[in-house]
């Protein structure tokens, strides 16, 4: 029995499916109010529970051998990307888990002292590396899924939002590979107790995405590229009313004034322990909306 956290977001719903695909059983630890139609229909089992709950994480964790924990913070970092990874983690050891797959990020070891979520992410990785447990972290670059929504925006308007540096590099992953890879550590001896960059074949520079936009879509981009001064002075008035909230946009201000990518050597590594050829961010874009 797998147990997905987070799985009906944008990995976990993928993760499921996949295990589903190959008639795997599979816990998807979900909340209420999301939109779970999907995962019970593929057979999985659901698990209705709020991971900021130790007694849901403890009853959630019974009777499984392996835990891929997928879910994000939604804003609440010390929360969910710290307590409930902590808790799965005590829980897995607890149960005699056989194998834990943790979703951190690219970059998570890099100190920065001003992203909750950076930080949160990091603390895990260790705990998770001194638990004794058998354990594989994938640090992705950047998921393609969420560029899907921008990209329809881009389809209506030809307008693209560029935040940031134009010219700094990333390689978002196609999101589909990495939930393969989260499913396929579980069985790889290659993947057992590594860290793993993880990001699609190609370096883009940030300026590239409105313009494969634009090849998709047979349209002109229109590019608007604010200054980080801008999202800092947002910060700081935020910051008056809700301090919290300021917090949070650090992780943001964080992602978009650093480069997050592979190197070469690593996607080659990555290809080879996990047997696959990692697709493109524009051949995924043209697979979930291309006309």
């Known amino acids: 029995m797998y147990l997905v956290t987070g799985a009906t977001g944008g990995i976990g719903r993928r993760v499921v499916r ?42 959630a964790c019974k009777g499984v051998q392996y835990i891929i924990s997928t879910h994000g913070s939604g804003g609440d970092a010390q929360a969910l990307d710290y307590r409930a990874n902590i808790e799965l983690i005590d829980q897995a050891k607890e149960n005699g888990v056989e194998h834990f797959v943790f979703i951190s990020v690219l970059g998570a070891d890099r100190g920065y002292e001003d ?20 354990y594989t972290i994938l640090r992705p670059a950047g998921l393609a899924s969420n560029l899907i929504p921008l990209a329809e925006q881009f389809r209506q308007t030809g307008i693209y939002l560029l935040n940031g540096d134009a010219k700094n590099r990333t ?9 393969q890879i989260a499913v396929d550590s579980v069985n790889l001896e290659g993947a057992r107790n590594q860290i793993f960059p993880v990001g699609g ?4 520079k940030r300026q590239d995405i409105p313009r494969i936009f634009g090849r998709l879509f047979n349209k002109e981009p229109i590019v608007i590229n604010p200054p980080l001064v801008v999202l800092d002075g947002l910060r700081n008035a935020i910051g008056f009313v809700n301090p919290q909230a300021r917090k949070s946009l650090g992780t943001f201000r964080t992602l978009l004034a650093n480069e997050f990518f ?3 050597d690593e996607i080659v590594n990555l290809e080879l322990i996990f047997n696959l050829k990692l697709e493109s961010l524009e051949s995924f874009l043209q697979r979930y909306l291309g006309s």
């Not at 074949?201 to 883009?204: C, E, F, I, Q, R």
């Open 115 to 134: 992203a909750p979520t950076f930080k949160a992410k990091r603390a895990v990785e260790k705990y998770l590396q001194s638990s004794g447990l058998n």
């Open 201 to 204: 074949p190609d370096v883009l």
């Open 262 to 264: 592979c190197t070469a």
């Open 18 to 59: 996949l295990l589903r695909e190959r008639d795997l059983s599979v816990r998807a630890f979900v909340r209420l109010t999301s939109r779970y139609g999907e995962l019970e229909q593929r057979g999985a089992e659901l698990f209705i529970g709020d991971l900021r709950q130790e007694r849901d994480i403890q009853k």
């Open 171 to 179: 390689s978002i992953v196609s999101t589909d590979d990495l939930a």
